[in-house]
């Protein structure tokens, strides 16, 4: 399109140029750089050391991370780890923010509850795991108490954390035009506090995600976890490098699909409102 002698380009059709990509994707570059660099440390690392039950060579790792992904046992052990995962972060979901948002909008309710929140988040999560088996024995009944124990306090903290986050000017606005009580919490609370609480979800999912495994060593007979007590028992070391490079990446793809999800319903909190990559 021309003006005045004078070409004006059009953004809908303008290109990238590669200093473009190149910002765009600069951390991801990075990040590739660093793990090469600490690949060809580890390859000369396990051929300086020649021990494969402390440290096993790189090629053998590296084969077992991408077989586990074609075997069925593996793949069919994750399917039940993921679902006792998301089952743990749904009760914790259910009971934290409910109770993160009472307790953020009363004060009296932060003043009676919150002492016995902190004081029972002291409590390392492993030291739930004998009364959670006989509470529920063995498979997946402790498994999922304790996913849920580990999710549900950074829940309530973050909930309680963004709704003292919101403008006590928005309050007394709404009630001055008569609003009611759940309407308060629809339309002011919840909306405040939703980037705290969507912070929290990926908090709590982490926190799952890593007490689930440590939970499958001792509370189950199955799972990722249990894998990789008997890859540790056989002593298969490079089988037991490449679960936890499997737990690692599942549970940071776990974590980017919440940040697309807080990206998504939170845009407002972004450049431009744009979602990034």
Not at 115 to 124: C, E, G, H, L, T
Request: net charge positive.
């Amino acid at each position: 399109m021309a003006r005045n002698g004078c070409a004006i380009s059009n953004h809908r059709t303008a290109r990238l140029t590669p200093g473009d990509i190149l910002d765009k994707y600069r951390g991801t570059l990075y990040t590739l750089m660093v793990v090469t660099v600490l690949m060809i440390a580890w390859y000369f690392a396990a051929k300086c050391i020649q021990n494969t039950l402390l440290l096993p060579y790189l090629q053998e790792t590296v084969k077992e991370f991408f077989t586990a992904w074609i075997d069925y046992r593996i793949m069919s052990n994750l399917a039940l780890t993921l679902r006792r995962v998301f089952t743990g972060f749904t009760y914790a979901f259910l009971i934290g923010i409910p109770l993160g948002l009472l307790m953020g909008y009363s004060q009296t309710a932060l003043q009676s509850i919150s002492p016995i929140i902190n004081s029972v988040r002291q409590v390392p999560i492993m030291a739930w795991v004998p009364l959670s088996i006989i509470w529920f024995g063995l498979g997946d009944g402790p498994t999922v108490f304790l996913i849920a124990m580990s999710a549900v306090f950074p829940l309530v903290i973050n909930t309680i954390s963004g709704v003292h986050g919101i403008d006590p000017n928005y309050y007394n606005a709404a009630r001055s035009m008569g609003a009611s009580l759940p309407n308060i919490i629809r339309d002011i609370v919840i909306p405040g506090a939703l980037p705290s609480i969507l912070t929290g979800c990926r908090l709590a999912m982490g926190f799952g995600w890593m007490s689930v495994i440590c939970a499958e060593f001792i509370a189950t007979s199955a799972g990722f976890g249990f894998l990789m007590v008997e890859a540790q028992v056989r002593m298969e070391t490079a089988q037991l490098y490449a679960l936890m490079f499997m737990s690692g990446l599942v549970g940071f793809v776990i974590d980017k699909g919440f940040l697309t999800v807080e990206k998504k319903l939170t845009a407002w909190r972004y450049k431009d409102g744009v979602i990034g990559s």
